[in-house]
């Protein structure tokens, strides 16, 4: 079997292994659907940032930035949100300062010659303190800030097996993303010259276009979907912001992007398997039962021991663009 | 010392846009980081973990290893440090010397899954070590509340004992910091006058040449994680037995969090050298003890220091700045090395 079939094969499953872990945990008093719900809000910033990363990585960038577009997406979020008293705007406006964020790390990726693991990295560390500082200095409290819970963006109900399932629209917004962004890559012109960018960038500019704005938009496409992703997090689930808010979930995104060797539809299915892992944890910790038995600290790491041992058991088979990372110099 | 230069201008700008005064807030900082001897030893002792986790990363950097999990093996390194330190009963040096070591190992030890997923399954060090950092995290948090618990205090863990303790040169420095700098010129001994140090570059430089020239790349890979978890244990461990006044770990980790992180930017403007990175940890250990000051006298979050520290990293990520600079001032910048 070609291993990418054999990779889809793996993926099922892997939803079988979920089902039966419903399955499971109804005998300890947990709804399913309470199950799903996390789940499925769990994916929502995992899914979010990882579409994104795949377009980026398709055009030859490579962002390991996205815990810190998380980071600063989601203060820019709620207080654009307290601004507008509106929590949709407030995510749109995270996603407007995660693209902002992109534009930058693509203009330091073209004109910079960046290294981008480092500049990344640089990322990530800026948006730890700034992240802090910002608290501080909006909102003159430290390390934690709680919202009017009317900004929450709304769950709607939706039927599935007899039972009522909340859903925000935003987690189906971030399915669809991953839908949208397929037929983007493989359906569209654009798309084409995306995936030229990554494996052959002298044949866009051969062709006559521009390496350079093909991927600074590239860059931007992707912090627009982390960003939006980082605002959802307070915005759309907690409905607070804590200094450990991403807990590494930017992480996580990314290792959905490497398991998914680039195609968005993968690294959805991963997510979803990622955001199980991480529902479950939570949903655990809530349940009384299962609390007496095993600290919660160890549920805690659920999340962290699947991610690993996901890429652990798959390794990454299918090739990824012959330009990954690599800086384009015209001549 | 242009990106230093970026990373502070960059830290202005972002106070000037809510209001600080930023002036006032830099001369707090250096004042109180470097004005006085006190205040400089208090500089040293921000300085020490930060140059044994900036060595973790450097090491892993001259390998070609992104070994960003010096934040992981440090909790590691320091919960060993509090088990040995802390509940056992040794004679005085004895005692010193087995908790030293065990929290070296213990952070070696945590950073040798990465390594080998990294080996045998292809998993890369970036995603695999921000996972264990996570897991050694929820780890050690319940190791603190369960295990080594303070019975007198239940926020923390058992404080080293007398026995298990670095001396104290003077405010919050203690002999630990010897033990670094040794472990620093060491690393830079074997890194630079040894045949495993000179494989291990050249695995780093080139994997292919690496390849071709018989040298076994899963081994330089394992010795380069290895030597990094030792750093970062160390780091731990100076965190506990020496560290004033608390000698030991907070349940939420308040005292250990990011060193492991800061540590990238340390060994990036120490240019991944040894000898460098001691150098860029007292200034952003000065960064760090100043940035109290900063706070106190205006109102300045100090957690400003650590994006200070990221746009510093950010710009040392452009070749291509330097360039242009060079180019603008062809004749100003022949003397620097930036």
Known sequence: ?331 | MLAVAVGLVGGAALMAVYGYDFVKAYRALFLGAFGDFSGFLETLAFATPLIMTGLTFAIGMRSGLFNIGAEGQMYMGAIGAVFVGGMLNLPPIIHLIFATVFGMLAGAIWSLPAALLKISRGVHEVVSTIMLNWIAFWLVTYLITYHVADPARAERAVPAQETARYLVIGASLTTVFILVIAFSLIAYFLLWRTTLGYELRVVGHNQEAARYAGINISKTMMTSFFLGGLAAGLAGVSQVLGRPPHWTVFATMGNLINIGFEGIGVALVGRNHPIGIIFASIFYGGLLHGGRFMEFEAGVASEIVRAINGIIILALAIPAALDLVKKIFPRKNRGETG
Not at chain 1, 4 to 33: C, E
Not at chain 1, 112 to 117: D, I, L, N, P, S
Not at chain 1, 250 to 260: E, Q, T
Request: proline share 5%.
């Open chain 1, 1 to 331: 079997m070609k291993p990418y079939r054999l990779r889809v094969l793996w993926l099922l499953i892997g939803f079988v292994a979920v089902a039966a872990t419903i399955y499971a945990m109804s005998f300890f008093g947990l709804k399913p659907t309470r199950l799903i719900e996390f789940a499925l809000l769990a994916l929502t910033p995992l899914a979010f940032a990882a579409v994104g990363e795949c377009i980026n990585e398709k055009s030859g960038q490579i962002n390991i930035g996205i815990e810190g577009i998380f980071l600063i997406s989601a203060v820019a979020g709620v207080f654009w949100a307290e601004v507008f008293e509106s929590g949709l705007l407030g995510l749109l406006m995270g996603g407007v300062f995660g693209a902002l964020i992109g534009g930058i790390l693509g203009l330091l990726n073209v004109y910079g010659r960046a290294e981008q693991v480092i500049a990344g990295m640089g990322l990530n560390i800026l948006a730890i303190g700034l992240f802090q500082y910002l608290l501080m200095a909006i909102w003159a409290f430290p390390g934690i800030h709680i919202f009017p819970r009317t900004l929450v963006v709304p769950r709607i109900s939706i039927p599935l097996i007899g039972e009522e399932l909340a859903v925000s629209p935003i987690s189906l917004a971030a399915i669809a993303a991953a839908f949208a962004a397929y037929l983007l890559l493989n359906k569209t012109l654009l798309g084409i010259r995306l995936r030229a960018a990554g494996e052959k960038p002298e044949s866009v500019d051969v062709a006559g276009h521009s390496v350079y704005r093909v991927r600074i938009f590239a860059s931007m496409v992707g912090g627009f979907l982390a960003g939006v992703g980082g605002a959802f997090m307070p915005l759309g689930w907690f409905g607070g912001l804590v200094k450990e808010i991403t807990a590494g979930r930017g992480f996580i995104a990314l290792a959905a992007v490497v398991f998914s060797g680039l195609n968005p539809l993968t690294a959805l299915a991963a997510t979803f398997i990622f955001g199980f892992a991480e529902g479950l944890a939570f949903a655990v910790v809530v349940t009384p039962a299962v609390k007496e038995a095993v600290p919660f600290h160890f549920i805690m790491m659920l999340p962290y021991i699947v991610t690993v041992a996901v890429l652990a058991l798959f390794p990454s088979t299918r090739r990824f663009p012959k330009a990954l990372g690599k800086p384009y110099v015209r001549e």
